[in-house]
C-alpha cells in the first residue's frame, strides 16, 4: 500500500477498503491537545461538548473516505470538506472557547493582533480570499495533487474559517457595536458572496478542476455532473449553515428585545 | 494599536493576498496545450505528414464487419484502444468524448464518431463493450478482433502493441496500452493526438477546428 499522510490526489482507481492517514490524526490530536492545555479546567461542559463536537467533524471531513474522495477523485465531496472544515469547525470551536480561557489568551498581548484580524470587515475579507483562492481552477490542480499542498489547503480553510466566524461567535463580545443586526447583515454578505464561486462552478461549460476530470471514476458520476454538484452544495449547504446562524441570532436577538421591552 | 502597525498588517494582508492570487502553480500539461494552441492553433498534438487513415476491418458489438476507413470516411473520428475492464484512463476519455460530444451542436453530433477497439478480447465480449460503451454514448463504435490483429493495427499506427499483466490472486488482470485517443479530420487527412489528461475543454476546442481542417486548408 502506498501510505500517504495526508489525503490528496494520487490518480488511482478509488475502491472502498480503507486507507490511513496518520497526518491526519496526528493533526487533529494536536490540535485537541493544544485546546485542552490552553483550556486547563476552564468553562462548562457544554463549551466541551462545542469543542468535542469540532474536533470531531474536522477528523471526519479530513480522514478517510471524505478526505480521500475529496482530495483527489469528486469536487462535490471537496466541497463538502470545504463546508466542514471552513464553516462548521470554526464555529463549533469557538463555541467551545471558555470566556476565561480567552481572556487569558488576550492578556498575553495577542488582543491587538486579534483584534484587529477580526474586526469584521477585515475577517470577511480574508475570509473570501481564502475562498476564491482555493477554489481557482490554478490552485486546485496545482496544489491537489501533493499532500502539503492538500494540507495548505485545508489550513487556510480553518484558519480562515476562525477568522470569519470570530466577529458572530467570540467568546467575548469585545465589540458591542456590532450587535445582532449588524451580525445579521455580515452573515447576509457572505451568503452573497457565496454566489460567485457557486455561479462559476453550476454554470461552468467544462470541467474546471482537471485533477477531478481526469481522476479516476467513482460511480457513475461524471466530472460535469459533479462540478454541479459541487456548486449547488456551495449555495445550498453553505446557505443552511449560514441562514440557520442568521435565524439563530435572530431569535435570541429578538427575545432579548421582548424581555428587555415586554409587551404593554 | 498604533496606526502604523495597523498599515503594516493590512499592507500585508494585501501583499499575501496578491501573491496569492497571482502565484501560478497550474499543472504543466496546461502550459503544454495552451503552448501548442499558440504554435499550432491546436490543444492536441497534430502531426505533420500524417500517414493515411489506417485502414483495417474488425467486428463491431452487433458481429458484423466494420470497414474503419470507409466507415468513418466524412466524419471527425476519434480512435481509442482500451478495455473495458480499465480502471482508470479509459472510462476517463470515454466520458470526457461523450460529454464533449453531448455539448457540441447536433450538425457536429452527428458528424463525429467515436470508436473504441479492445485490447483485452478475452474478457471484452461484444455484449460487455456495447454495455460499457452505452454508459457514455450508445452511438459510440465497439470493435473486437484478434489480440494479434489488434496488436499489429496499433504497431502500424506508430503505438505500443497492448501487454497483459500477470493476474492477481483474483484472476484480475491489468492490460498495458496507449493512453492517446487519435482524432482525424473528416476527409482523414489531418490527423491530432490527445495524450491522457486532455481536457474536455481541449476537445471542444479542437473538435469544430477538426471538422473543418483537411490537408489543403
Known sequence: MNLQWWCSAQAIPWDWSWR?????????????????????????GSRRGWAIAGFLTLWIALDWPIGALGGGYLSSVHMLQYL????????????????STWTRFADSGARPVLRFLTHPLIALGIFQIVLIWTHLPATVDGLMASQ???????????????????????????RTWFGAPLKMGYLFLATVLNTMPYAFLTFGESPYYGIY??????????????????????????GVILWTAITTIWFRWYSREEAECPAP | MTLMSKLTIICAI?????????????????????????????????????????DFTLADTNGDPFDFRAQTDGYI????????????????????????????PVELQRRMKVVFVTTDPERDTPERTSSWLANFDPDFVGLRGEKATVDSIQLAMGLPA????????????????????????PDGSIRVIYPFGTRQADWKHDIPKLAGASSGS
Open chain 2, 14 to 54: 494585501l501583499i499575501a493576498g496578491g501573491l496569492l492570487a497571482g502565484c501560478s502553480v497550474e499543472p504543466a500539461e496546461r502550459h503544454e496545450a495552451d503552448r501548442r494552441e499558440r504554435e499550432t492553433g491546436w490543444r492536441g498534438i497534430a502531426l505533420e505528414n500524417a500517414p493515411p487513415k489506417p
Open chain 2, 162 to 185: 497492448s501487454v497483459y499483466q500477470p493476474p492477481d490472486e483474483e484472476g484480475f488482470y491489468i492490460v498495458g496500452h496507449a493512453s492517446q485517443v487519435i482524432g482525424f479530420s
Open chain 1, 148 to 174: 502539503w499542498g492538500s494540507f495548505l489547503i485545508d489550513v487556510l480553510w480553518l484558519l480562515g474559517g476562525v477568522l470569519f466566524w470570530w466577529p458572530v461567535i467570540s467568546p467575548v463580545p469585545d
Open chain 2, 77 to 104: 473520428t476519434f480512435l481509442f484502444f482500451g478495455y473495458t475492464s480499465c480502471p482508470d484512463v479509459c472510462p476517463v476519455h470515454m466520458a470526457s468524448l461523450a460529454a464533449v460530444k453531448r455539448d457540441l
Open chain 1, 20 to 44: 490511513p492517514y496518520p497526518g491526519v490524526w496526528l493533526f487533529v490530536l494536536a490540535a485537541a491537545g493544544l485546546y485542552g492545555l490552553a483550556v486547563r479546567g476552564d468553562g462548562t
Open chain 1, 213 to 238: 476530470e481526469l481522476a479516476p471514476p467513482v460511480g457513475r458520476l461524471t466530472a460535469g455532473e459533479d462540478q454541479q454538484i459541487a456548486g449547488l452544495l456551495m449555495k445550498v449547504g453553505g
Open chain 1, 84 to 99: 466542514l472544515i471552513a464553516l462548521v469547525v470554526p464555529a463549533l470551536l469557538l463555541l467551545g472557547i471558555p470566556e
